[in-house]
């Protein structure tokens, strides 16, 4: 009999584990080649995946809402449609919820029973886990608090999801701080909001909440702030993305040492060649054409020139990247925002990047993209000027060194240098700005790249033909 394990796939370089959203088979089910077995998240795309084979679904290892790391095995699948199906197998691995497993969830106790067990816990479970004899005392006292430290929730019988329990191991919430967090969820549950509301207020104090330096360089826990509500005020709960966002901005704020430059630009004869050739290439290509295939193609040869843009930073190394892949962000009808990223953008001619970059936000705005359509970034573009806004300070986008922003180009009065002498003309101009990590860039290489994009944008060819 063939198994085939199916491991949860890396979504990008960064993605260490993602959530199993929904799983859209059962075991025992028979399945085609790419026919969609779960929908995963992870903190930079929702998306379905395809099974890479034919059979019966056997084995379903993780439920819904378990956060996964990557690699590990999920599903098991007979490619010749044989086996038993097991709905829930003794080895699944610690993510099944209070439905798959009923016997393991325990009922609801009096507040002072819980208190009894949590200051008494089972010797046998004690036994079996720390591999001791049980002893009275201090040193009694001691291996309980070992134990409850190594094994969140594995004395006082409360139930934690996968993923509660994972944001516990990271952020070293102890068995007796879990314990003590008030569930807003069904019986008392604790629910991932709960778990980020008491880190939230545990950063507070002076020596809590701290994240660990490893995994976080740079990252401490921010006190909350009081919020006096007003009458009229409405609460509107962040969605998942939203958080997401929230989290990475915080986060590379911490990381990079944030610097922002800026340059005026002169993309007259970009205007004018764009004013008489998008017509005609809508008709042609069945494409709108904006400015950003423009602002792509600068940027690339600028990367090029100056690799040292082109990059990212691990510990005390500098990691220069051979590729040239360039993200831009995407606004959602949701409001939040999705970076898609165009591979190789240096070897496209600039029809190329208009044809890659409208197909990549059509996919984003109808929730199509790809995992692979959104990473492996190594720089990234947010374009202000779609909202009509003169200029921004980007944040960057971890783990890139540097994030470009380009403006609205409005039409302004210049002096303009002629061979007869200086003379005031209506230009079309724009601010370009560039945010970077002055860890590893310097002013020098900040400035001169910024520039080196302006000047490209400003020598575009209003002749050129496309």
């Given at each position: ?7 949860m796939?890396?979504?990008g ?6 959530t ?16 969609v077995l ?9 998306s ?15 439920a819904?809402?378990a ?19 097991e709905a ?15 016997e393991?969830?325990p ?5 002072d029973?819980?208190a ?18 049980p002893?009275d ?7 309980e608090?070992a ?32 314990d ?14 709960d ?14 909440g701290?994240?660990?330096?490893a ?10 702030v ?10 509107v ?37 764009r004013?008489k ?24 040869k600028?990367?090029k020139?100056?690799?040292g843009?082109?990059a990212?930073?691990d510990?005390?190394k ?14 959602l ?5 999705i ?5 190789n ?9 208009a ?16 995992p692979?359509?959104i ?28 994030i470009?922003?380009?403006g ?6 210049a ?6 002498g200086?003379v ?13 990590d ?5 002013g020098?290489?900040g400035g ?14 209003m002749?050129r033909q496309?």
């Open positions: 009999m063939a198994n085939f394990n199916l491991v796939p890396k979504l370089e960064s993605v260490q584990e993602a199993i959203i929904r799983w859209a088979v059962k075991p025992g089910d028979m399945i085609e080649e790419d026919d779960l929908e995963i998240a992870t903190d930079k795309v929702d379905e995946i395809p099974s890479p084979v034919a059979g019966k679904v056997l084995k379903v290892l993780f819904e809402n956060l996964v790391p990557v690699g590990e095995v999920i599903a098991i699948i007979n490619t010749e449609g044989e086996g038993e199906a829930a197998p003794s080895e699944t691995k610690a993510a099944e919820t209070p439905e798959e497993k009923p393991e969830t009922k609801k106790k009096p507040a029973a819980i009894k067990e949590a200051k008494e816990p089972d010797a046998s479970a004690e036994l079996k886990s720390s591999g001791t004899q002893a005392g201090p040193e009694s006292e001691k291996q608090t134990m409850e430290e190594e094994e969140p929730g594995s004395e006082s019988g409360r139930f934690y999801s996968p993923l509660v329990m994972s944001i516990a191991q990271k952020e070293k919430i102890s068995t007796k701080e879990l003590s967090i008030k569930g807003t969820g069904e019986s008392g549950r604790v629910r991932k909001q778990v980020l509301k008491y880190l939230d207020e545990r950063g507070k104090k002076p020596a809590a701290k994240l660990e330096q995994e976080q360089p740079g990252k401490t826990a921010m006190p909350k009081s919020i006096n509500l007003q009458p009229g005020d409405e609460v709960q962040m969605d998942r993305m939203r958080k997401i966002i929230a989290d990475h901005m915080v986060m590379s704020k911490h990381t990079s040492a944030h610097v922002t430059n800026f340059v005026e630009a002169d993309v007259t004869g970009l205007a004018i060649w004013e050739t998008k017509d005609e290439f809508i008709k042609r290509e069945k494409l709108k054409l904006t400015f950003m295939p423009a602002f792509l193609e600068a940027t690339a600028a990367l020139e100056y690799p843009v082109n990212s930073v510990g005390d500098i990691i220069l990247r051979k590729n040239i892949n360039i993200g831009f962000a995407v606004a009808k949701s409001g939040n925002l970076v898609p990223v165009i591979k953008a240096d070897q496209k001619s600039l029809i190329g990047l044809v890659e970059m409208n197909r990549l936000t059509e996919a984003a705005r109808n929730n199509q993209l790809s692979d359509d990473q492996g970034g190594t720089f990234t573009i947010s374009n202000f000027g779609t909202f009509r806004n003169t200029t921004g300070t980007p944040i960057i986008n971890q783990p890139q060194v540097a470009l922003a380009t609205n180009i409005e039409k302004k009065p002096v303009i240098e002629t061979p007869s200086d005031i003309a209506i230009r079309h101009k724009m601010i370009l700005s560039l945010s970077y002055h860890r590893v860039v310097d020098a290489l001169i790249f910024l520039r080196r994009i302006a000047d490209l944008l400003e020598e575009f060819d002749n496309v």
